[in-house]
């Protein structure tokens, strides 16, 4: 089983709570090798008030947290247990586990926050072999040549035609082999 993002329902205005209280049970329990980053996604927004400028933090989802996590057992009861979490968006419920987002909409999330679902220095390294999962290479592998995080590309060595090529790539359109 792989790590996936998953959207967990909350109280409104208890995101906040509940991402503390996940936080702990991941610190305090065994659950560390199974619920990895919990993220509220929030924005920055300039507010001028008064003639004063004002930067905001507001939630892009308010009631909703995204969870990365590995949909065992122990895992779906600790997160759908914790006080304050309403549910899984994408179960139907009568103990249907829920499905986890794609990643082209994980990366479109963590953009706007100015993030990345990979954690660069842990995933993604200069050698490694991922798979391209969308645009004009889809289904190749390639090899990482250089990683440019804050524009989100990667230039990846291809196999094409027999001949290794350079091709540029966003993060949304790989995944780790």
Same mark, same amino acid.
């Given at each position: 089983?792989? =790590? ?12 906040? =709570?509940?991402? /503390? ?10 659950? @560390? ?10 924005? =920055?927004? %300039? ?6 400028? $004002? ?14 996590? %590995? ?13 304050? !979490? ?10 249907? @586990? ?23 220095? $842990? ?6 072999? !991922? =798979? ?14 250089? %990683? ?9 060595? !291809? ?8 091709? /540029? ?9």
């Amino acid at each position: 089983m792989e =790590k996936q993002w998953y959207v967990v329902n909350t109280y409104s205005g208890h995101e906040s =709570k509940v991402k /503390e209280k996940l936080e702990m049970k991941k610190a305090n329990s065994l659950m @560390k090798d199974s619920i990895f980053r919990i993220i509220i996604p929030e924005h =920055k927004e %300039i507010e001028i008030k008064d003639g004063v400028q $004002k930067e905001k933090v507001k939630k892009m989802f308010p009631g909703y947290i995204l969870v990365e996590m %590995i949909m065992d057992d122990a895992a779906w009861y600790v997160v759908r247990n914790t006080p304050g !979490v309403t549910g899984f968006i994408g179960s139907s419920g009568k103990g249907a @586990k829920p499905t986890p987002l794609q990643p082209y909409e994980v990366d479109t999330i963590l953009r706007n926050m100015g993030i990345s679902r990979f954690e660069s220095d $842990k995933e993604l390294e200069i050698g490694a072999k !991922v =798979k391209i999962v969308s645009g004009p290479f889809n289904g190749m592998f390639g090899i990482i040549s250089s %990683i440019d995080m804050p524009n989100q590309k990667l230039e990846l060595n !291809v196999d094409l035609f027999g001949q290794e090529t350079s091709v /540029e790539v966003e993060l949304s359109q790989i995944e780790v082999a």
